[in-house]
DNA sequence: CCAAAAAATGTTATCAGTAACATTATTCAG
DNA sequence: CTGAATAATGTTACTGATAACATTTTTTGG
């Protein structure tokens, strides 16, 4: 391995002035910086990182913590968040934790442990705030994606749900939906919460029945929304809604295929909507009325936040920027209400 | 920050045995394991990666630099070597090269700098060879992933190009299709050439006609799909395809939409097969015969072979894994053919 | 042309661990 | 109970780059 010393030495300078052409800091005399310049071009040197890590505290690599990568929202988080980190001369390292709060720890160990100037954290649920305590303890700078965390206070970036959720909500009503089913996520995850608020006063604004037997828990899996199906299935008939609100695209299509396994039509038997969009690069016929998020804009404004904070050009207070959803109306919404009691 | 001198110092040991303590080397009276362990609990201690690798010469950071991770099939590598690097105790930086030779250049460039053990690596095109020598000049291992790169001898994982393009070759040939169109990847892309061969070497063991202008040149994009349709539609009646196999699924996607958007039916008109598949979680309708990729296992096992070169465990000798695609049959290609001159 | 200022370069110590060797404590056979 | 073997722990030096301070060289104004 080459070192900054083989440099000098073949240079005929000291290491300290390597180190100075390198960073480009305090005062070297042209011929001498050429000189060096050749000399490192020549032994093909590349300063080691471990050692300036050692001295300077930083390395220049953020930590992005998931769910999971596979899912199309947070696929379009990490190249944002990658896109604006290498702007800035970071890097990104890439973790899934499943939503498993055991596997977070493990993550965030593992980050405090190596060389990690900051965390893109996308908290599995409420509980993940002992987890984000470690780090404050440890003084390491992170950001809040998509999720808020009760009793964390930092830079966060997140969506605005309820303004998500009310227009589905209107659109829904507005084409005369009157019994409209709630899948949930999980209460202890703020994202779902919030949907689930404005479900509620999307439907009080309209002086629509609230029917808690059309407001069924999920875990934001396909199987979540199909087991919820199977349970508004049972209800009697002038109970079962014409239209269904899922808090995530998965609930969702957990749902339509339940729905479709029951000989029912989408949107003609009942109208499904919800969060997050389908992969708009291989879905050739986007059929779901969705709020669509602003994935790489979560990935890359994160990123932002993250950098300004971890080189001190952020303000004190903590930042919260909220993105707005794209409503896009497909066929899911789009037919006449039947079976209106 | 805390070091190892000051659980040393409280603990009333040397560095030396709490070092020892950590990495569970060298011998340790049991009390003393305890003491030592319950300092390093109480003070919260972290061992300094950047040091300890200033020593050990390694980091337990692998590089992944693909294309985008954004295309469906990248986010399954990704998934696949990240969960088995965390396995074994490795951690992922991720980089999207965009199949931009000077962003590859430059990512090494980074990679190198940092500290990363090896690289898991999707190369731009033939011409990534030199961006690779510099690799191999620092002595860095690398695992090949999907494209292999002539002139480059390493562990590599690829697919099996040409059984999955003869079995979507021979369902369409199966189907009656004599006119098939080939809209080709870029002819430096190993896979594109794997599948133009394939498609060649079908069409003779049929001994159907190969008509050049039904052979178009591409770039894996869905415009590059677009296009090549375009130059389809201005051939003669009696030249113009009833099946098109397209080399990956942009190029499917691009193709179809300029079909539909002037009319044509798939699979009526037109039947269309491609490599690569849809997101299966959030497409509802999945509507393309593909040649399937075991993304994942790209990913899982190309970290496997590159853990294994970094800590010595491998033979000398380059390994080649060759997967097998997955033939999905679906409607875009089934309808009888039309058109049959 | 000289002294003071500025520029250019060098020396030493340090970052947080750990390898290599050194020393002290303990065990155990005879 | 002793000395050799082994276990337990400590010291010192080093990893590669850089901050802080020191020294030498060059520039510049009077």
Redesign the pocket.
């Given at each position: 391995?080459?070192?900054?010393?083989?440099?000098?030495k073949k240079a005929?300078?000291?290491?300290?002035?390597?180190?100075?052409v390198?960073?480009q800091?305090?005062?070297?005399?042209?011929?001498?910086?050429k000189k060096v310049e050749k000399v490192i071009q020549e032994m093909n040197?590349?300063?080691?990182?471990?050692?300036?890590s050692?001295?300077?505290?930083e390395t220049k690599i953020l930590g992005l913590l998931i769910t999971d990568i596979t899912n199309p929202l947070f696929t379009h988080v990490a190249r944002g968040a990658e896109d604006k980190a290498r702007e800035m001369g970071y890097r990104l390292l890439l973790s899934n934790t499943d939503g498993d709060l055991h596997k977070e720890a493990d993550y965030l160990k593992f980050f405090l442990s190596t060389p990690v100037d900051g965390i893109l954290f996308e908290a599995c649920n409420d509980r993940s705030k002992e987890n984000l305590n470690l780090l404050i303890e440890h003084d390491i700078p992170f950001v809040l994606l998509d999720r808020s965390v009760p009793g964390i206070h930092t830079d966060q970036v997140i969506l605005d749900n309820r303004k998500g959720t009310f227009e589905l909500m209107e659109h829904l009503i507005k084409q005369g939906h009157k019994k409209i089913a709630l899948l949930q996520g999980p209460a202890d995850i703020s994202t779902a919460r919030s949907r689930h608020e404005a479900y509620m006063k999307a439907m009080e604004k309209h002086a629509l029945d609230i029917n808690p037997h059309l407001m069924l828990a999920g875990d934001f899996t396909q199987n979540g929304g199909f087991q919820a199906v199977l349970r508004l299935l049972s209800l009697p008939d002038d109970e079962f809604p014409t239209a269904i609100f899922a808090a995530n695209i998965f609930l969702a299509i957990g749902a339509i295929k339940c729905l479709r396994n029951q000989g029912y039509h989408i949107p003609d038997d009942v109208a499904v909507v919800c969060f997050d969009d389908v992969d708009p690069f291989t879905d050739l016929d986007p059929f779901l009325t969705v709020a669509a998020q602003p994935a790489y804009q979560f990935g890359y404004i994160g990123a932002q936040l993250l950098i300004e904070r971890i080189e001190n050009k952020a303000p004190q207070k903590p930042r919260e920027v909220i993105l707005a959803p794209e409503i896009i109306i497909r066929k899911s919404s789009l037919a006449p209400v039947r079976n209106v009691n």
């Open positions: 391995m080459v070192t900054i010393r083989d440099i000098a005929g300078v000291s290491a300290m002035t390597v180190s100075r390198i960073n800091s305090g005062n070297i005399k042209e011929s001498t910086r040197y590349i300063p080691n990182s471990a050692a300036r050692l001295t300077s505290k």
